[in-house]
């Protein structure tokens, strides 16, 4: 849809009174009246007419105009994208970045948000609540003095004890063969071949020939001694170590279960979400929620706290979540399919079948689905992507994910701003592809003679027939 005024931007797909779920909107409420104007155009193509339809969006006055451009969410970058492509060929896939030492900077951050950063996430397992205040301070001056409009996300630690940190800032190599000390002693430095744990009992029940493995299969270990509450691991399979990286325990192919009892929202997370409260963020993503009940917990608490224009993201994560995914993601305002660690919970070949059915069941139930972890994870070490990574990021877009989104690749690594360029052009590509394909759809069920109102109808008529209706 065209519009007959200077200010095109304004009318983006139709201005309704209901509510938006799309990432990156601060605020989701927008009211106006779209006034029809004169058919303008040319007809254009063979013997087919095409009337280009303009309508204007009226708005009484340049502060009205203003006004109605913050609450539309359309910042800079998408005005010129609206500018360029128009409607049809505007993004409709969010991105989200996670913030950290490799991009917190001022600079760092406009040149995210110039590249297409839609929500910056701050991962609260990482930093001091200050340098978190410092981040979200940044992101709010940008969005008043460059005309941004960059949402913040915090995301909540959450009960794992899953956790190892080697000390260092960056990645560290394991190479296979060595060997290892998994300790959840307090020591100072960073001792070689040693690695900390971040919960005391992290090898109670654990026996020797158990394997140990790190962010689902990024490097392997084989528990070959036990020294009081310590482990001796030998490194079968070389990798990468992240800092605080997330491990896990396998016995004869099973997963050794090692936080059933613990509470989604621990002491500290609930310190965490206090904080972004107080910051104004504009969405809490709760880390291992195995139920709908601290979903509603949170939200209540916001509710009370007044913080309504707060969304409450669940992170689906462990194998319990996935048993009770469709009351999960009715009790909360979004989903994240966290890969990483639910890669550790289920066999890795399960995962696209899962991201498959998590985002179709969030579509049906209109939440919107954010799909994370490892999308471009080798450009934390190299400036290019491999291809299987450029075809996993297409296979989301084509599933309808809403939001795709960088975690260490932008937060520690080098190449954080390409990668969010390479994932923006990725999507795009894709949706336009997608986009063809629909078209093609349409016409080839035209031509059998199956005319688009009639499959419409067949859809209405399947669900009331599911419903009881």
């Given at each position: 849809m065209a519009?007959?005024?200077?200010?095109?931007?304004?009318?983006?797909?139709?201005?309704?009174?209901r509510r938006s779920t799309n990432f990156g909107l601060k605020n989701e409420v927008c009211r106006g009246k779209v006034v029809p104007c004169r058919a303008g155009g040319k007809v254009k193509g063979k013997g087919k007419g095409r009337v280009e339809v303009k309508a204007a969006v009226q708005i009484g006055g340049l502060e009205e105009v203003k006004k109605a451009k913050e609450e539309m969410g359309l910042d800079v970058v998408s005005e010129e994208e609206l500018r360029e492509k128009g409607f049809l060929g505007m993004r409709k896939t969010k991105l989200v970045c996670t913030i950290g030492p490799a991009c917190c900077s001022p600079q760092d951050l406009e040149k995210l948000a110039l590249g297409g950063m839609n929500v910056a996430r701050l991962n609260m397992c990482h930093n001091t609540r200050d340098w978190h205040r410092d981040v979200?301070?940044?992101?709010?001056?940008?969005?008043?003095?460059?005309?941004?409009?960059?949402?913040?996300?915090?995301?909540?630690?959450?009960?794992?004890?899953?956790?190892?940190?080697?000390?260092?800032?960056?990645?560290?190599?394991?190479e296979e063969g060595s060997t290892w000390l998994f300790t959840a002693q307090k020591l100072e430095g960073s001792p070689p071949f040693t690695i900390q744990?971040?919960?005391?009992?992290?090898?109670?029940g654990i026996e020797v020939g158990d394997e140990l493995v790190i962010d689902g299969g990024m490097a392997s270990f084989q528990v070959i001694e036990k020294v009081g509450n310590d482990l001796r691991c030998k490194c079968t399979?070389?990798?990468?170590?992240?800092?605080?990286?997330?491990?896990?325990?396998?016995?004869?192919?099973?997963?050794?279960?090692?936080?059933?009892?613990?509470?989604?929202?621990?002491?500290?997370?609930?310190a965490d979400i206090e904080f972004g409260v107080s910051e104004g963020v504009d969405f809490i993503a709760l880390s291992f929620v195995n139920d709908a009940d601290p979903v509603r917990q949170l939200k209540n608490y916001l509710y009370m706290r007044s913080s309504r224009s707060t969304r409450v993201l669940a992170k689906v994560e462990s194998l319990e979540s996935l048993q009770k995914?469709?009351?999960?993601?009715?009790?909360?305002?979004?989903?994240?399919v966290a890969r990483g660690d639910l890669g550790v919970e289920i066999p890795y070949e399960q995962i696209p079948t899962v991201q498959e059915e998590i985002t179709h069941v969030c579509r049906e139930m209109n939440k919107p689905v954010i799909v994370a972890s490892q999308l471009l994870e080798s450009m934390i070490e190299?400036?290019?992507?491999?291809?299987?990574?450029?075809?996993?990021?297409?296979?989301?877009?084509?599933?309808?994910?809403?939001?795709?989104?960088?975690s260490g690749e932008s937060a520690i690594g080098p190449y954080g701003q390409k990668a969010l360029s390479i994932l923006q052009m990725a999507s795009s590509r894709m949706e336009l592809w997608s986009r063809e394909e629909n078209r093609q759809s349409i016409l080839h069920q035209r031509r059998l003679g199956v005319s688009l109102p009639d499959r419409i109808a067949e859809q209405i008529c399947n669900c009331a027939v599911e419903m009881g209706i």
């Open positions: 519009v007959a005024t200077s200010d095109s931007i304004l009318a983006r797909s139709l201005i309704t009174d979200i301070k940044k992101i709010n001056q940008l969005n008043e003095e460059k005309g941004f409009c960059v949402s913040v996300m915090i995301d909540t630690e959450g009960s794992q004890i899953h956790v190892l940190d080697h000390g260092a800032p960056s990645s560290v190599k394991a744990a971040n919960y005391e009992g992290f090898s109670e399979d070389s990798g990468l170590f992240l800092p605080r990286a997330k491990f896990s325990f396998w016995r004869n192919g099973k997963l050794v279960a090692r936080n059933s009892e613990l509470p989604t929202l621990s002491k500290k997370d609930w995914l469709k009351e999960i993601v009715e009790a909360s305002d979004g989903i994240m190299y400036p290019t992507p491999t291809r299987a990574e450029v075809a996993d990021v297409s296979e989301a877009v084509r599933q309808y994910a809403d939001a795709l989104m960088l």
